[in-house]
């Protein structure tokens, strides 16, 4: 990922959306440094999390704020668990490591937090292994591990992937729910549109390693700028067309990361760019354009949808201060 900036605030649900392989995964894994290295490594920037760069911490440091400050969903429950430990186990490893409770305490602790993900019979459900619980029920285990520590800022990435649609839906209010009464904040990561309308206030849109698109919900949804977002929200399905109608897409295949282009990276599959004189064109192949202010929200694009894009320069980017 390259040039990524973005804030949220307490109480407030930041999604970050774009196709598999996007980036999202790794910008959700960067915040707590957890990028496998190799072959992955942070190369610079800022994380600064209640004022403090996450990146200048030490590890004893960065100890101290994973799990208690900071907590993150993983994106598959089905391998995020340990397999050969019971449910009890696990969520008591959690307890005892952060705040040192034994004996019958730690089984009535995890006990409350599966009754509050709304899991019925808790106590039975403690001294399951994981292979006998449902999808379902595995990921509200995976949250209720995330919220034991009460944390400030929780990350979800995917969350619902691999869950028929009543589930996605139990998890996705329960997930509102429970950030209404903790006041978290909440980076919800997903490549489904329809999960970002439904549950978060902010969205990044990525596209090939970068931030090409970010504003307030409705606003994109409404009067998106940038072609790839766009194409996205045109491929959603729609209620009522025909069985037989094709679904619109995006041409073109996504570009390499080892050796991105040299100007705009989505515009050899931008619908936009095909209509515009060839010096407009040379630019989005020559020129890679920078997040600017447009109508309230941020776009990387030098011809945005709607709007004109404000003065080339340094990458525009909310204020760190006050940012979770």
Same mark, same amino acid.
């Given at each position: 990922?390259?040039?990524?900036?973005?804030?949220?605030?307490?109480?407030?649900?930041?999604?970050?959306?774009?196709?598999?392989?996007?980036?999202?995964?790794?910008?959700?894994?960067?915040?707590?440094?957890?990028?496998?290295?190799?072959?992955?490594?942070?190369?610079?920037?800022?994380?600064?999390?209640?004022?403090?760069?996450?990146?200048?911490?030490?590890?004893?440091?960065?100890?101290?704020?994973?799990?208690?400050?900071?907590? &993150?969903?993983?994106?598959?429950?089905?391998?995020?668990?340990?397999?050969?430990?019971?449910?009890?186990?696990?969520?008591? /490893?959690?307890?005892?490591?952060?705040?040192?409770?034994?004996?019958?305490?730690?089984?009535?602790?995890?006990? /409350? &937090?599966?009754?509050?993900?709304?899991?019925?019979?808790?106590?039975?459900?403690?001294?399951?292994?994981?292979?006998?619980?449902?999808?379902?029920?595995?990921?509200?285990?995976?949250?209720? &591990?995330?919220?034991?520590?009460?944390?400030?800022?929780?990350?979800?990435?995917?969350?619902?992937?691999?869950?028929?649609?009543?589930?996605?839906?139990?998890?996705?209010?329960?997930?509102?729910?429970?950030?209404?009464?903790?006041?978290?904040?909440?980076?919800?990561?997903?490549?489904?549109?329809?999960?970002?309308?439904?549950?978060?206030?902010?969205?990044?849109?990525?596209?090939?390693?970068?931030?090409?698109?970010?504003?307030?919900?409705?606003?994109?949804?409404?009067?998106?700028?940038?072609?790839?977002?766009?194409?996205?929200?045109?491929?959603?399905?729609?209620?009522?067309?025909?069985?037989?109608?094709?679904?619109?897409?995006?041409?073109?295949?996504?570009?390499?990361?080892?050796?991105?282009?040299?100007?705009?990276?989505?515009?050899?599959?931008?619908?936009?760019?095909?209509?515009?004189?060839?010096?407009?064109?040379?630019?989005?192949?020559?020129?890679?354009?920078?997040?600017?202010?447009?109508?309230?929200?941020?776009?990387?694009?030098?011809?945005?949808?709607?709007?004109?894009?404000?003065?080339?320069?340094?990458?525009?980017?909310?204020?760190? /201060?006050?940012?979770?």
């Amino acid at each position: 990922v390259d040039g990524v900036s973005f804030q949220v605030d307490s109480g407030r649900t930041l999604g970050i959306v774009g196709e598999s392989g996007c980036g999202k995964s790794v910008t959700a894994s960067s915040i707590l440094r957890l990028v496998p290295s190799p072959p992955g490594k942070i190369l610079g920037g800022e994380i600064r999390f209640a004022g403090t760069d996450i990146l200048g911490l030490t590890s004893e440091e960065l100890s101290n704020i994973r799990g208690n400050q900071i907590s &993150m969903i993983f994106q598959d429950p089905m391998t995020s668990l340990n397999p050969v430990f019971t449910v009890a186990r696990q969520m008591g /490893e959690v307890l005892k490591l952060r705040f040192g409770l034994k004996g019958p305490e730690v089984d009535k602790r995890s006990a /409350e &937090m599966l009754r509050t993900v709304g899991i019925a019979d808790p106590e039975e459900r403690l001294a399951a292994y994981p292979h006998e619980l449902s999808g379902g029920m595995k990921q509200r285990v995976m949250i209720a &591990m995330a919220l034991l520590c009460e944390p400030k800022l929780l990350i979800a990435d995917e969350p619902t992937t691999a869950l028929d649609v009543t589930i996605q839906a139990q998890i996705l209010h329960l997930t509102k729910d429970l950030q209404k009464r903790t006041g978290a904040a909440v980076i919800f990561i997903t490549h489904d549109m329809g999960v970002i309308a439904e549950i978060c206030d902010e969205v990044a849109v990525m596209y090939a390693g970068r931030v090409v698109e970010q504003g307030d919900v409705v606003e994109i949804f409404e009067r998106s700028k940038h072609p790839y977002t766009k194409g996205l929200l045109e491929s959603i399905p729609k209620k009522g067309i025909s069985k037989k109608s094709e679904l619109p897409t995006i041409e073109g295949l996504v570009p390499s990361l080892l050796d991105p282009p040299e100007g705009c990276r989505f515009a050899p599959r931008c619908a936009k760019r095909e209509k515009l004189d060839t010096a407009d064109q040379s630019r989005c192949f020559g020129e890679d354009p920078r997040l600017r202010s447009v109508g309230g929200g941020l776009v990387a694009c030098h011809f945005p949808l709607g709007g004109v894009a404000g003065p080339a320069g340094e990458l525009v980017a909310p204020t760190p /201060e006050g940012a979770a």
